[in-house]
């Protein structure tokens, strides 16, 4: 058997779809998994190809090219360190292992530095897209070790999404965890988008009663617009499905209670620790923590009472204006996981580029939108762009659009409709422009019980006081 270009550890399902994309633009796979039935799986589905099974770390790594290239597609955690420590013994200076999971960033930055002492090149690379995308071209953001970039970039940028530039949708993003980390930030604004779309859906569903083939209509004529992106086509596919087995629209028939794998939460918990208003994001990951308390949500639904939800007023006006909080709220929680991008890099001296990002997340992924398109732009007129709000162009959609959604956040509010995403994107928005906010009257509390000083208006930023109340 000849040499082969990479070898894949892990043949789940993104771990086949992305061994069949390499083989298919040129490259050699040998691939290994601990379990022997998705050994055999993908030895049928490679067969006549240029791609073979490996049954041990020893085969896996004689199989390989030098230097060797070897892509993890394990569940992130404990089973990322038994496999490196499997292979460890059998690779030299100058082999790259790249961790193609969604691990913390933080274990990325850890093992980087931990094979480094070896000579080995550690890559932590964000993978998003699915499994379409990885079979098809993925969005893909490698960091770690730049002395691995070379030996890998050409393979990378061949089997990534293509933006409509015809752009690679793969860039190196930085050292330590910052590709990890970005694509962490990835989810996270995912988690935020998935649940604005939610409540748009939620309240026409749950106001107006709209049935969901005209949801589909609805969501289809958004999605030739401002709002165009993968999320909103899928929701709209999504609710013109019709169940075989009971011949009801398969979104009445899927359970209320969503599921998460920790990004989103990761994303949230970094926010805090940077000190970093994030809420829309935080919001997102609380909204699917809430959906997973089904019974007890039944049983309060019993026994709490609230306001009749259904509508009276235009409906066209009211879906219109919902299109507009969408967009709004949309503006705000980009905003708020490219903040985080800016303060991580402060804060871990990455050197992002935040317009390279934008542009990485135009095709593959999960939130690849027309809309990144102008926040590329943005970028790049303005690295030093504090706020996408800022932009004048994001600027001016907000003036736009933010009468209709004040009246879908206050009219939500009047029906007892829960819209969270929609009224913390609102929250923060107004918060920002806000010149003066009530932490003034927050931090005499915390000086009259706890001595914590406080800052005055007529004194220098940096001179701290104290009253005995």
């Keep these: 058997m000849s040499p082969k270009s990479i070898a894949i550890v892990g043949l789940g399902v993104m771990g086949r779809n992305l061994a069949l994309n390499l083989e298919r633009n ?13 050994r055999q799986e993908a030895a049928a589905l490679f067969a006549g190809k240029n791609a073979a099974v490996a049954e041990t770390a020893v085969e896996l790594a004689a199989g390989l090219e030098k230097p060797r290239r070897i892509l993890l597609l394990v569940p992130a955690g404990k089973a990322v360190d038994a496999a490196i420590a499997d292979l460890k013994p059998h690779l030299q200076a100058g082999d790259i292992i790249i961790d193609g999971g969604n691990t913390y960033f933080m274990d990325t930055a850890r093992r980087e ?3 480094a002492a070896s000579g080995i090149l550690y890559v932590g690379c964000g993978i998003s897209g699915g499994e379409e995308g990885a079979l098809h071209g993925p969005s893909i953001m490698p960091g ?6 070379p030996a890998i970039k050409p393979m990378l940028q061949k089997i990534a999404a293509k933006a409509p530039d015809g752009t690679p949708c793969c860039e190196w993003i930085g050292p330590g965890g910052a590709g990890h980390f970005v694509k962490m930030v990835h989810n996270g604004i995912e988690y935020g988008d998935m649940q604005m779309i939610c409540e748009a859906y939620f309240l026409m569903q749950q106001a107006l009663e709209l049935p969901p083939l005209r949801m589909h209509e609805i969501f289809s004529d958004w999605n030739r617009g401002e709002l165009h992106s993968y999320l909103i086509e899928i929701t709209a596919a999504i609710l013109a499905k019709t169940d075989a087995e009971t011949g009801r629209p398969m979104v009445d028939v899927i359970l209320d209670t969503a599921g998460q794998k920790g990004t989103g939460k990761w994303t949230s918990q970094t926010a805090l620790d940077l000190g970093v208003p994030a809420p829309t994001i935080a919001e997102a990951v609380f909204s699917r923590t809430l959906s997973a308390i089904k019974e007890e949500r039944q049983a ?3 026994v709490l009472t609230g306001p009749d939800k259904k509508f009276a007023g235009d409906r066209d006006e009211f879906i219109d204006n919902i299109r507009r ?7 705000c929680s980009y905003s708020q996981g490219f903040r985080l991008l800016r303060a991580a890099d402060r804060d871990y001296g990455w050197g992002l580029d935040l317009a390279s990002i934008a542009r990485l997340w135009r095709a593959g992924c999960i939130i690849r939108a027309r809309f990144l398109d102008d926040i590329q732009s943005a970028y790049r007129a303005r690295p030093d762009l504090p706020d996408l709000l800022l932009d004048d162009a994001f600027r ?3 003036e736009t659009n933010q009468a209709g959604w004040r009246a879908v956040v206050a009219r939500a509010a009047e029906l007892g409709i829960p819209v969270p995403a929609f009224s913390s994107a609102l929250a923060y928005y107004d918060g920002y422009r806000s010149e003066r906010l009530p932490a003034n009257l927050l931090q005499a509390q915390r000086d009259y019980f706890g001595a914590h000083t406080y800052e005055r208006v007529d004194k220098p930023r940096g001179e701290f006081f104290h009253t005995e109340w």
Excluded: H, M, P, T
């Design 26 to 38: 040129g490259f050699g796979v040998i691939a290994a998994d601990l379990d022997s039935q998705r």
């Design 300 to 302: 309060a639904a019993r």
């Design 396 to 398: 001016r959609a907000i």
């Design 144 to 149: 770690g070790n730049a002395k691995a970039w």
């Design 325 to 331: 909080a969408l967009y709004a709220s949309k503006i």
């Design 113 to 115: 530095a931990e094979l």
